[in-house]
């Protein structure tokens, strides 16, 4: 008996469990839409640069002045180039993401609600303050929720007070629920700061979560799913 | 764990699959799995990967689970890198050789959706005179000199192209049609914005008067400074589009333009050219004429 289970062992193929986490939809609206956050953030500060500003022309009052560094374009009219450009991949791959959730009913999984507000606390504390795991009861836990819900918000706002600075003449009612040109830009500068503060968090949880987590947002399949350990 | 019943009942589910395996992985046997947790009857499964369907089970959020050799895993992780190819495609960008072009495609896809967008008859809102900026807090905007000397007593407007009496116009011959004065944002390029009051002749009224082919596509301008833009016709029939010869109720100065400058509210205000001395109705704009900061990489449309 003992010889005949070792014997099949030996010639059984090895298996792998893998899990399928992400719909190619799914995986290539991220890695677009992570191309042209770089871009539309890197060329946002270029343009922001011509007028690090706020308020009126004159007088004057800078706000901050990025350095060219952080920046795409070279200049104002190429920066625009990029951002005008990468506006369309932005979108483009939004509403695919947004639609896509839509239709398969994946929204449930990922859209923050008010029933997750107090499970954020714990999954915090876990991640910062070395708390106790909370028990995973779903495909996100409260905190991813907040976050990858926190990103759509940014995106919609971006691109909504994006469109008033571009045409503020066409969308004049967009404008003025957006409380006018200049607020548009804050608005626009703030949901960028919301991108800005999410990216760090984001990859510093998928060093955090190995290769294999970061492998299936390109295969969409996950070796070893941790939910089976 | 109720291992022994499960697995008799996945036997002949794999043999099935495994006779295709079989044309692959050649010697291999049949083999029931020894992953416990795989061993869920496979009904539910699709037939569509039968190579490497081992087990199905679901992940917490109804993920597909899979048991695969890593043969199968390598078949099917290289068919869903195929899948990822628009990534890659967006990599374009960063050839240097493709770049230029593809930002000049993408400037010309929102060029076009601008011109789209655009209502012939949507007006820019007017402001009140207490919304208006102080004078002296409009900036002067100009690309080489604030004054380019323009000799005011002898100043003509040229006109020519498709227009049916082309010829000088002296700045009392524009002032004789009716005169428009209304509050409206400024807004530049560079994200400044200012609210001022100019007063002219509507430029719809301007061009039906000179007979122009209200038909053609463009206008084109000429300045005293060597600036040089072009403005669609449609903006140019707009009802708020002016030939602005003044500004807070005196005469357009210098800086601002003197004696005659375009001031458009649905344009950015590199399209606004000051100091005129020649328009030119036309249905070409030829490469390089379509406007000084357009020919460096602005977008020509400049829509607001």
Redesign the interface.
């Known amino acids: 008996m003992a010889t005949t289970a070792s014997l099949?062992e030996t010639?059984?193929?090895?298996?792998?469990?893998?899990?399928?986490?992400h719909p190619?939809i799914v995986?290539?609206a991220h890695?677009?839409n992570a191309?042209a956050v770089f871009?539309l953030i890197t060329s946002g500060l270029r343009?922001?640069r011509?007028?690090p500003?706020f308020g009126?022309?004159?007088p004057?009052q800078n706000f901050w002045v990025p350095p060219p560094g952080i920046t795409l374009g070279g200049?104002?009219?190429?920066a625009?180039?990029?951002h005008?450009?990468?506006?369309?991949?932005f979108v483009g791959s939004g509403l695919m993401y947004v639609i896509y959730q839509v239709a398969s009913g994946?929204w449930r999984?990922v859209l923050f609600m008010p029933r997750d507000i107090k499970g954020v606390w714990p999954m915090a504390r876990h991640y910062f303050l070395f708390g106790k795991k909370p028990p995973?009861?779903?495909?996100?836990n409260p905190l991813q929720k907040l976050a990858y819900t926190s990103t759509i918000f940014f995106g919609a706002v971006s691109f909504l007070s994006g469109l008033v600075?571009?045409?503020?003449?066409?969308f004049?009612w967009l404008t003025w629920m957006l409380g006018g040109?200049?607020l548009a830009?804050v608005w626009h500068f703030m949901a960028m700061c919301g991108f800005v503060a999410f990216i760090p968090g984001h990859l510093i949880m998928v060093l955090l979560h190995g290769w294999n987590n970061f492998y299936s947002m390109?295969?969409?399949?996950k070796?070893d799913?941790e939910?089976?350990e | 764990m109720a291992d022994e019943p499960q697995r008799a009942d996945d036997l002949p589910q794999q043999a099935q699959p495994k006779e295709s395996a079989a044309e692959l992985?050649g010697e291999?046997?049949p083999?029931p799995?020894?992953?416990s947790?795989?061993n869920l009857p496979a009904e539910g499964s699709k037939p569509e990967e039968p190579a490497a369907f081992?087990a199905a089970r679901s992940?917490?959020?109804g993920?597909?689970?899979?048991?695969?050799?890593?043969?199968e895993?390598g078949r099917?992780?290289r068919r869903?890198?195929l899948?990822?190819v628009?990534?890659i495609a967006?990599g374009a960008?960063a050839i240097p050789k493709l770049q230029e072009p593809?930002?000049?495609?993408?400037?010309a896809?929102?060029d076009w959706a601008?011109a789209r967008?655009?209502?012939r008859r949507?007006?820019?809102?007017t402001y009140s005179n207490s919304e208006v900026?102080p004078f002296?807090?409009?900036?002067y905007n100009y690309y080489d000199v604030v004054d380019p000397e323009v000799d005011l007593a002898r100043w003509t407007l040229t006109v020519e192209g498709l227009v049916k009496r082309p010829g000088n116009y002296n700045l009392q011959q524009i002032q004789a049609l009716p005169q428009v004065v209304q509050n409206t944002?400024h807004?530049?390029?560079?994200?400044?914005?200012?609210v001022g009051n100019f007063g002219g002749t509507r430029a719809s009224d301007l061009l039906r008067w000179l007979g122009a082919d209200l038909t053609a596509r463009y206008l084109e301008v000429e300045c005293a400074d060597e600036y040089y833009e072009s403005i669609d016709m449609a903006t140019m029939l707009h009802p708020q589009t002016l030939f602005c010869y003044e500004m807070y109720g005196q005469p357009l100065d210098r800086g601002h333009g003197a004696p005659l400058r375009l001031q458009m509210?649905?344009k950015l205000g590199y399209k606004q050219a000051k100091y005129l001395t020649t328009v030119r109705v036309t249905n070409v704009l030829k490469s390089g004429k379509r406007g000084y900061?357009e020919d460096?990489?602005?977008?020509w449309y400049g829509?607001?």
Not at chain 1, 84 to 89: K, N, S, Y
Not at chain 2, 63 to 71: A, G, L, Y
Not at chain 2, 102 to 107: N, S, T, V, Y
Request: charged share 20%; hydrophobic share 45%; glycine share 6%.
């Open positions: 099949i010639a059984k193929p090895q298996t792998i469990t893998v899990a399928y986490e190619w995986r290539v890695w677009l191309v871009v343009i922001f011509a007028f500003s009126p022309k004159i004057q200049w104002l009219g190429g625009l180039q990029w005008f450009t990468f506006i369309w991949i994946h999984q995973v009861e779903a495909a996100y600075m571009y045409k503020p003449v066409q004049w040109f200049r830009r390109i295969t969409g399949w070796r799913p939910y089976l | 992985q291999e046997a083999k799995l020894e992953d947790s795989a081992a992940g917490p959020a993920e597909e689970i899979r048991s695969i050799t890593s043969r895993r099917i992780n869903e890198l899948k990822m628009p990534i967006v960008f593809l930002l000049m495609d993408g400037l896809l929102s601008s967008l655009f209502g949507r007006l820019e809102p900026a002296d807090r409009f900036p944002r807004v530049c390029v560079e994200g400044w914005d200012v509210p649905t900061w460096q990489g602005y977008d829509g607001l």
